[in-house]
């Protein structure tokens, strides 16, 4: 059986991406309500070299989405410690390890770890055969198509596969190209070529067009989303309603209940303010999703509020005026 199954349409085996600093649980909760999609992928949780495993691997809760399932993205550099941190989220239920090779976060790469890893193929191997040893689980990897430059791709990508990985998921850009489009999806293809693992692509998938030319250009096995489904949080299903020849119809009434979860799921105790942040943070995607929405958005983004309640008065209404 394949570790990327298509459904009974030929639909691809969709992933929701793990998005730092938005894909939360909060966040989590509320695309889980919507659905679509065969998996989801936490935030990475940082394995740094003081690390003590035991008390970072209990921010993960396996049935965070049930029962959508939720793989475990962990970040390091130190194969001992990684293999620690893994072994520890397998029995904590982890379905799936997902080894970070791409952020391009300068906090992240000023210490050595996300896409640093690609300026040195045998470290990136040495801690990706460190995981896959450590567990029973499915490991796989994601990773960016370079540091500066892509003139260590075909090693990276080599030392992915001859870690033991079970597939690797490509973003193609590099980490000084930040999130600037476009995506060379020329380069998933190049992969997808090159090696003999299933290859996941990832990178500007905002519809159904994209999704069929990704598939079409690349010939990779399954796709990853994700600022594609913080835009719309209803792409998955669109892309599951094409294969199954069906329009899918995304309702006010489908809007809202995203939002209410959202707002269900954000702490009582959050201050105000951070609370008012929070939802902006989510609206700001949302907002992006037509010319005309986006024409507003900088009202919104403006917009002063003394509560939440307030500021959704103001928001709603902005975003759901035709």
């Known amino acids: 059986?394949?570790?990327?199954?298509?459904?009974?349409?030929n639909c691809p085996y969709l992933i929701?991406?793990?998005?730092?600093?938005?894909?939360?649980?909060?966040?989590?909760?509320?695309?889980?309500?919507?659905?679509?999609?065969?998996?989801?992928?936490?935030?990475?949780?940082?394995?740094?070299?003081?690390?003590h495993v035991k008390s970072l691997a209990r921010s993960y809760c396996s049935d965070g989405i049930a029962p959508i399932p939720l793989a475990?993205?962990?970040?390091?550099?130190?194969?001992?410690l990684m293999a620690a941190m893994a072994n520890e989220l397998e029995k904590r239920g982890a379905p799936r390890i997902d080894f970070n090779c791409g952020c391009p976060s300068n906090t992240v790469t000023g210490r050595g770890a996300g896409s640093t890893l690609?300026?040195?193929?045998?470290?990136?191997?040495?801690?990706?055969?460190?995981?896959?040893?450590?567990?029973?689980?499915?490991?796989?990897?994601?990773?960016?198509?370079?540091?500066?430059?892509?003139?260590?791709?075909?090693?990276?990508?080599?030392?992915?596969q001859e870690s033991g990985i079970s597939y690797l998921t490509l973003h193609p850009r590099t980490k000084v190209d930040g999130y600037k489009a476009p995506a060379n999806w020329d380069l998933i293809a190049e992969a997808k070529n090159l090696l003999r693992i299933p290859i996941v692509g990832n990178?500007?998938?905002?519809?159904?067009?994209?999704?069929?030319?990704?598939?079409?250009?690349?010939?990779?096995?399954?796709?990853?989303?994700?600022?594609?489904?913080?835009?719309?949080?209803?792409i998955f299903h669109q892309?599951?309603?094409?294969?199954?020849?069906?329009?899918?119809?995304?309702?006010?009434?489908?809007?809202?209940?995203?939002?209410?979860?959202?707002?269900?799921h954000i702490p009582a105790k959050m201050p105000k303010k951070t609370k008012i942040n929070k939802m902006k943070q989510l609206m700001s995607f949302l907002f992006q999703s037509s010319p005309q929405l986006l024409s507003r958005r900088q009202a919104m983004l403006t917009k002063a509020a003394r509560d939440l309640d307030s500021f959704l008065r103001f928001a709603l209404?902005?975003?759901l005026k035709s």
Do not use: W
């Open 1 to 9: 059986m394949s570790i990327l199954p298509k459904d009974s349409f």
């Open 16 to 51: 929701l991406a793990p998005l730092q600093g938005v894909g939360d649980r909060i966040f989590h909760k509320a695309i889980a309500s919507v659905g679509g999609f065969n998996e989801a992928v936490t935030d990475f949780l940082r394995v740094p070299l003081n690390a």
């Open 72 to 80: 475990a993205q962990i970040m390091g550099s130190d194969p001992q």
């Open 118 to 160: 690609l300026k040195n193929p045998d470290l990136l191997h040495a801690n990706a055969k460190a995981i896959v040893q450590s567990v029973s689980i499915p490991v796989t990897l994601k990773m960016r198509a370079g540091y500066k430059d892509t003139s260590l791709f075909k090693e990276n990508l080599f030392a992915a």
């Open 203 to 234: 990178g500007d998938i905002f519809s159904v067009a994209d999704a069929l030319r990704m598939l079409s250009h690349t010939k990779c096995d399954a796709l990853m989303i994700g600022r594609g489904s913080l835009v719309n949080p209803f």
């Open 239 to 264: 892309i599951r309603s094409h294969f199954a020849k069906k329009i899918y119809e995304v309702s006010t009434e489908n809007i809202y209940q995203f939002i209410h979860i959202y707002l269900q």
């Open 317 to 319: 209404p902005l975003f």
